[in-house]
């Protein structure tokens, strides 16, 4: 089973990491995990005009290293595989289109990310992976 993960550093997407991990190693096959880092490429218009593309890419990876930091320790506590991607552009897009590109098998996200953005039940992100991705969702608190 092929296995993708939107992480953002949040205490849920780290809950969706421990949830994937404990399918993997439940089901005992060749599971393959893909943890996806997006950047919201909104907010770094403005910095893409007073700083060099060499410094935004060093600040994102330096973003993406802490967001994912403790995902990698956990799946690598397990004993688990993985690798991971880091995107820029709108969120819940670019992980649909990584869920969509036909090389999951499932998606496992998180409820509700580090957005400021809070709705009742559901995070936003969350709410249009779930109506967008073709694999099957499955939504961790």
Known sequence: MRILIP??????SLNAV????????SLRTNDSITLVNVHD??????????LSTA???DYLRAVSDEDL?????????EGLPFDAIVKQGHVSEEIVKTANSGKFDIVVIGSK??????DLLIGSVTQKVVASAKPPVVVVK
Do not use: C, F, P, Q
């Not at 930091?69 to 506590?77: E, G």
């Open 7 to 12: 992480v953002d550093g949040s205490k849920s």
């Open 18 to 25: 421990k949830y994937a991990a404990k399918l993997a190693i």
């Open 55 to 57: 410094e935004i890419d």
């Open 113 to 118: 990310g580090r957005s400021g953005i809070m």
């Open 41 to 50: 490429d909104h907010g770094l218009r403005r910095a893409k005009k007073i």
């Open 69 to 77: 930091k403790a995902a990698r320790k956990h799946l690598t506590k």
